[in-house]
T-cell receptor, first 118, second 112 residues
C-alpha cells in the first residue's frame, strides 16, 4: 500500500470553529509532513514529525496545532483561523527523516484537504 | 526562501514532442527531486537524483544534475496529453534536516 490518505477532502469553516485534518499512511514511514499550498504556488512546509516527534516547525501560527498519535497518523488541529488560511493542505510521508546524504528519500503525498475559511 | 527556481514558468507543446524543464538552486544539496501535480491534487514523486549522480532515467523521464552549476533538467520524451500538469523541483539541502524546498513550478500543457 503506497497511499497516503487525507480526510476530509473539502472543509468549510468559520473563523470561530475548531476542526481537525487527518492523515494516514500504512507504509511504515517514520517521517510525516504538513504542507500548505496556495493557488499557483509551491507547497510550503509547516511541520515535520520524525519518529513521532516534532522535528521542524516552520514558525507556523499557534492556531495550527499538529499532533502525531502514532507512526501511521498525523492530525492538524485548526482553531480561530483567518480567511487567508484558506488553501490546500497536503500531508506527506517519507521512509525516514533526519537529514544527511544517507536519508535521501522521496515523499509520498496525500490528495490534500481543500480548506475554506469564511 | 526559494531554493529551486524552474524555467520556463510555462511550456506548451504538441503531443509527441519532448519537454525540457530546468531548475536552478542556490546551496549545496543532498539530492534533488522532481514532482508532478495535477490541478488541485496532491504531488506525485517522479524521480530523485543524488548529489553524486549526474544522470538518471525512469521510463520517459531523464534527469540530469550539474552540481557545479547548481542546476538540473527534467526531460520528458514523447509527451502525452496526460503529462499536462505542474512540475516542481525540490531540493534537500545539506543541513536542512530532510526539509524539501520547492521551486515555483512549471506549468506544462501538452496539446493533443
Amino acid at each position: 500500500d503506497t497511499e497516503v490518505t487525507q480526510t476530509p477532502k473539502h472543509l468549510v469553516m468559520g473563523m470561530t470553529n475548531k476542526k481537525s485534518l487527518k492523515c494516514e499512511q500504512h507504509m511504515g514511514h517514520r517521517a510525516m509532513y504538513w504542507y500548505k499550498q496556495k493557488a499557483k504556488k509551491p507547497p510550503e512546509l509547516m511541520f515535520v514529525y520524525s519518529y513521532e516527534k516534532l522535528s521542524i516547525n516552520e514558525s507556523v501560527p499557534s492556531r495550527f496545532s499538529p499532533e502525531c498519535p502514532n507512526s501511521s497518523l498525523l492530525n492538524l488541529h485548526l482553531h480561530a483561523l483567518q480567511p487567508e488560511d484558506s488553501a490546500l493542505y497536503l500531508c506527506a510521508s517519507s521512509q525516514f527523516g533526519g537529514g544527511g546524504p544517507r536519508s535521501s528519500y522521496e515523499q509520498y503525498f496525500g490528495p490534500g484537504t481543500r480548506l475554506t475559511v469564511t | 526562501s526559494q531554493q529551486g527556481e524552474e524555467d520556463p514558468q510555462a511550456l506548451s507543446i504538441q503531443e509527441g514532442e519532448n519537454a525540457t524543464m530546468n531548475c536552478s538552486y542556490k546551496t549545496s544539496i543532498n539530492n534533488l527531486q522532481w514532482y508532478r501535480q495535477n490541478s488541485g491534487r496532491g504531488l506525485v514523486h517522479l524521480i530523485l537524483i543524488r548529489s553524486n549522480e549526474r544522470e538518471k532515467h525512469s521510463g520517459r523521464l531523464r534527469v540530469t544534475l550539474d552540481t557545479s552549476k547548481k542546476s538540473s533538467s527534467l526531460l520528458i520524451t514523447a509527451s502525452r496529453a496526460a503529462d499536462t500538469a505542474s512540475y516542481f523541483c525540490a531540493t534537500d539541502a545539506v543541513g536542512a534536516n530532510s526539509k524539501l524546498t520547492f521551486g515555483k513550478g512549471i506549468t506544462l500543457s501538452v496539446r493533443p
